[in-house]
């Protein structure tokens, strides 16, 4: 049976996260707003806050789906409950084709 969890990937670590995406740019392009090369320089997509976090999903230590969070309460006390996730992307590799859904 295949071990999954969630962490954090934070900003430091940025090239594995890159790297994990860029799988997912150039297979899947038609699901994403961007190309390999509009991702190349652009920043890692959170700002490793409570508001604003990058949870990845691991099978059995492999890196296998990502996702961000940004929270819309920055400013405004009454918003704080609301946010938008956005990047997501699990790779075909993993073969729980529940990953995505849970």
Do not use: W
Request: hydrophobic letters at 35%; aromatic letters at 10%.
């Amino acid at each position: 049976m295949k071990k999954c969890s969630i962490r954090e990937i934070k900003s430091d670590q940025l090239i594995l996260y890159k790297q994990f995406l860029a799988v997912g740019l150039v297979d899947d392009e038609q699901c994403f707003c961007l190309t390999p090369a509009d991702d190349f320089n652009a920043p890692f997509p959170t700002n490793d806050k409570e508001d604003s976090f990058t949870p990845g999903a691991y099978v059995d230590e492999t890196l296998a789906g990502v996702v961000s969070f940004e929270g819309d309460g920055k400013d405004r006390q009454k918003l704080r409950h609301k946010g938008i996730l956005f990047g997501m992307y699990v790779s075909k590799k993993i073969p729980d084709k529940e990953l995505g859904k849970r």
